[in-house]
């Protein structure tokens, strides 16, 4: 294992491990016995199935996600919850999205009570404060680290949903506009190369 600049863990490409289907799953369930379940699991999917970077997700409040006692269709991203500073519209209606908020925010009624508020942070601390950008980091990596991926980062969910999305054919403008990426070979960098699927290709000419 290598690590960036950043401090954080790297594969061997020198870039966060790209996670497949079932080694998601094997985090999930690790995720799910461990303390804080339910908010962990809703941070693993979001970084997972929407792309959403450490800093994103740290900056976002209970009523981005949740209006009239429903899950948003749309998540706004505002400029000042961005890398870029530009706000960006992720669609909330992926099944396992869905499902991860509506479980997390019925837990967090219950633990708030009469203090539950939508100006509330959507993921907070033990100590019942927002994470900053860096703790956020923190808590992915240790999520990964817990589940045996010592190379996976906080990068990892991003990498592996732009390599999931180039590997199903969807179109990379499409692909950068997913990831809130200004340009397509910002986008292009997050691919993993897979010699495996490389193979396969081969073999189907």
Request: glycine share 4%; charged share 25%.
């Given at each position: 294992m290598t690590t960036s600049k950043a401090g954080r863990p790297t594969g061997k490409t020198g870039q966060a491990k790209v996670l497949d289907e079932k080694?998601?799953?094997r985090?999930?369930?690790n995720v799910a016995g461990g303390?804080?379940?339910?908010r962990n699991t809703a941070i693993v999917i979001l970084s997972n199935y929407l792309g959403l970077r450490s800093k994103e997700l740290a900056a976002l409040k209970i009523g981005d996600v949740l209006e009239h006692d429903a899950i948003k269709k749309v998540l706004r991203l505002v400029a000042a919850y961005t890398k870029g500073e530009k706000h960006r519209d992720v669609s909330l209606e992926n099944d396992k999205v869905v499902k991860a908020l509506q479980e997390y925010i019925a837990a967090r009624?219950?633990?708030d009570g009469l203090t539950f508020s939508v100006d509330a942070p959507l993921f907070r601390s033990q100590k019942k404060t927002a994470f900053s950008?860096?703790?956020m980091v923190r808590v992915l990596g240790d999520i990964?680290?817990?589940?045996g991926f010592n190379d996976a980062s906080s990068?990892?969910?991003r990498r592996s949903l732009i390599t999931k999305l180039a590997y199903a054919g969807i179109d990379l403008n499409s692909v950068r506009q997913i990831a809130g990426h200004s340009s397509i070979s910002t986008t292009q960098r997050y691919i993993d190369d897979n010699p495996h699927r490389i193979a396969d290709i081969l073999k189907s000419i």
């Open positions: 080694e998601l799953i985090v999930l369930k303390n804080h379940a339910k009624r219950i633990e950008p860096n703790a990964y680290k817990s589940a990068h990892t969910g």
